[in-house]
């Protein structure tokens, strides 16, 4: 597994490195086969007032990302934090895989040859033939693909990224959809509509 590791506002010290990496390791320990990449990066708040301590790991697992932040007053505090949260991700998300395979659902090959007709060719990027600009000052445009699937898998993502909400394309209408977490428990989805 390939594991990068960066500071914000710190210098990643010998120490520091190493910690990381033995709680990272030791986190995935049981998963090594599905994960293929980690980028952790670690933080500490410029405010001087505020003493918080930010670690963010995004790992790519057979082509999913799982994605885990955890903030405390210490360093070390939020790496052990975000090291139990990505544990506890990857359980799931193997879990669900063997589901998947073992379960009463299974994709016909007709299926997975026109899920792969949409995806961009092996090696190529997603952004290709596309020219990066800033068109306001401030705002950051991200590209990346939207398989169709259905709110079951959107769900799914939704946890493994550790966001408020996920964008996906709809298997069933081909429409863009916004699965979220709602305030007071349980998700809501957004859909548009004509007129």
């Known amino acids: 597994m390939k594991l990068l590791i960066h500071g914000r ?3 990643v010290t010998p120490a520091i490195r190493e ?3 033995s709680k990272i390791s030791r986190a995935i320990n049981h998963y090594e086969d599905m994960v ?3 980028d952790v990066h670690l933080s500490v708040a410029r405010n001087p007032r505020v003493s918080q301590q930010i670690v963010e790991v995004t790992m790519f697992a057979n082509g999913t990302i799982i ?33 998947r395979t073992h379960g009463p659902v299974h ?3 007709r299926d997975e040859e026109q899920g792969a007709a949409t995806l961009p060719p092996p090696g190529a ?8 600009s800033v068109p306001h000052r401030g705002v950051r445009r991200k590209y990346f693909a939207m398989p169709p699937m259905d709110l ?8 493994l990224i550790d966001h408020d ?12 959809h916004v699965v979220y977490r709602r305030n007071h428990g349980g998700y809501g989805v957004i859909q548009a509509r004509e007129g």
């Open 125 to 132: 990027a997603i952004t290709d033939g596309l020219e990066a």
């Open 152 to 159: 079951e898998e959107a769900l799914h993502q939704l946890e």
């Open 107 to 109: 994709r016909s090959a």
């Open 67 to 99: 994605r885990a932040q955890e903030r405390s007053e210490n360093l070390y505090a939020s790496i052990d934090l975000v090291a139990t949260k990505l544990t506890r991700q990857l359980h799931r998300h193997k879990d669900r895989l063997q589901e």
């Open 165 to 176: 909400f996920y964008v996906f394309r709809d298997r069933a209408d081909g429409q863009i």
């Open 36 to 38: 293929k990449e980690a």
């Open 9 to 11: 506002n710190l210098d």
């Open 19 to 21: 910690y990381t990496e």
